[in-house]
T-cell receptor
Framework: TQLLEQSPQFLSIQEGENLTVYCNSS?????LQWYRQEPGEGPVLLVT?????EVKKLKRLTFQFGDARKDSSLHITAAQPGDTGLYLC?????????????FGEGTQLTVNP | KAGVTQTPRYLIKTRGQQVTLSCSPI?????VSWYQQTPGQGLQFLFE???????NKGNFPGRFSGRQFSNSRSEMNVSTLELGDSALYLC???????????????FGSGTRLTVV
């Protein structure tokens, strides 16, 4: 069974602060995906990282995939109240019969004005 | 283009009943996956369908089943409902099945099922 450990589980910060969310596993994934979910809605894909050591930037968000493709991090610079939400990492596994996502427990981020 | 559509949005059922949930993927997407989200267990994979065939199945009892139609629309069924089946059921579509995980998924807004 593949597991993804995500930390921290809860994060409450002030507007303008920086933060990092971590996602770790003992398993290798084909890719690592980050989603953001609002209450009552489905997760929305933010980014997919595929290559070990890959770094992707999306405005104030920076995503990194570990060299061994077992871990990832999400760094937000100068957080804003609009960044509030549930952030989920998900490891994608490709099997001969298809694919599936294994999700971390999620990080509930609250950015206070 | 239209996103992933799930119906109904909310459902209340009695223990022992059965329920059918529907998912219409993004046009052109042939892979449809289902996930269960609960506060205690988070998001867990139920199954994946591609070209009307179940390609992958998660660790759920046989009460959970699904199917996919020729137009890629999918349904999932839960029989003999239990209180613990109360959850947000999410459907996700993807353009391909064997993409080695390089493609992200587009999720619907989910069906909130409450079993009383």
């Amino acid at each position: 069974t593949q597991l993804l450990e995500q930390s921290p589980q809860f994060l409450s910060i002030q507007e303008g602060e920086n933060l990092t969310v971590y996602c770790n596993s003992s398993s290798v994934f084909s890719s690592l995906q980050w989603y953001r979910q609002e209450p009552g809605e489905g997760p929305v894909l933010l980014v997919t990282v595929v290559t070990g050591g890959e770094v992707k930037k999306l405005k104030r968000l920076t995503f990194q995939f570990g060299d061994a493709r077992k871990d990832s991090s999400l760094h937000i610079t100068a957080a804003q109240p609009g960044d509030t939400g549930l952030y989920l990492c998900a490891g994608a596994v490709w099997e001969t019969s298809g694919s599936r996502l294994t999700f971390g427990e999620g990080t509930q981020l609250t950015v206070n004005p | 283009k239209a996103g992933v559509t799930q119906t109904p949005r909310y459902l209340i059922k009695t223990r022992g009943q059965q329920v059918t949930l529907s998912c219409s993927p993004i046009s052109g997407h042939r892979s449809v996956s289902w996930y269960q989200q609960t506060p205690g267990q988070g998001l867990q994979f139920l199954f994946e369908y591609f070209s009307e065939t179940q390609r992958n199945k998660g660790n759920f009892p046989g009460r959970f089943s699904g199917r996919q139609f020729s137009n890629s629309r999918s349904e999932m069924n839960v029989s003999t409902l239990e209180l613990g089946d109360s959850a947000l059921y999410l459907c996700a579509s993807s353009p391909v099945s064997r993409a080695k995980g390089n493609y992200g998924y587009t999720f619907g807004s989910g069906t909130r099922l409450t079993v009383v």
